[in-house]
């Protein structure tokens, strides 16, 4: 997202200079995308969806950022959103008995409330600024987990303002750069939930606020008819992945899961910051 904000331009799409779209076929009343450096950052962006779908939270946070080299950051959001929600269908069944009811009815009012802000924020924020807050947040709590006193502490405390506090920032996140996991993780992963329902649960928590993203995506024009034609040509490619996700989650020990969703949540952040203070410096 540029400083101006998220209001639709008619026309925009990847050639900055110009108001016209660049690298379309049009086909009939559909329109994709032909660059090549877009599916050379597309491809991976999917895979990396695919595995955070499947139950590596974190891993997705790596999709938006790929595309954005392409593409304006939420003309990319607005590409994998219906990707990740076809994605969201197939995990739903696949974690149906494995989600934590107490966490998601903590975490999931403040959400909707954070995407509602979102919206409402959309013209005025910068999304370099976003990155940078959640990014260093997040390095934060990941080293803090690693080198802080170990403290017991008692697991079935409910902690609700904590919990409504990173469900809001992470529909805040999600719906303005798709940076959305770190808070929920960060609050999940105190939990000490077993791993798969540390996976069903957070698949639940995204899938509900993807959903709830549509209707500010609608609002703001951030959909087209190349963006859903292109989505729909690189679904196949997520569902398989998607399916390779849960795999992998499955046979994965539960301390390496752990430790490599926290090795994730470090990079990725790290990665959030530069690429925010990079904006912030040439905006």
Known sequence: MRKQG???????GFDFKQRRPAHLVVQGP??????PLFYALAIPA??????????????????????ALAM???EAAAILLPIMMAQDAAALWVYRKDWNRVLLATTLPGALAGVGAAWLL???ISDAAVRVFIGVTTIAFVLYHWLGPRVARDDDAPAVGLGVLAGAMSGFTSTLCQAGGPPIQMYALSRRLPKMNFAGTITYFFASVN???????????QFS???LGTSLLLLPLAMLTNMFGFWVVRITPQ?????????????????????GMTGMLHG
């Open 6 to 12: 998220w209001r639709n331009r008619p026309g925009h």
């Open 30 to 35: 559909v329109t994709i995308i032909t660059d």
């Open 46 to 67: 999917v895979v990396a969806l695919g595995l955070s779908k499947g139950g590596f939270a974190g891993a997705g946070q790596m999709a938006t950022p790929m595309l």
């Open 72 to 74: 304006p950051p939420l």
């Open 122 to 124: 959309a013209a005025h």
């Open 211 to 221: 959903a709830f993203k549509v209707i500010p995506y609608v609002a703001l024009g």
């Open 225 to 227: 008819t190349k963006g």
């Open 255 to 275: 301390e390496v899961f752990y430790k490599v969703t926290m090795v994730l949540m470090f990079v990725i952040s790290v990665e959030l910051v530069r690429s």
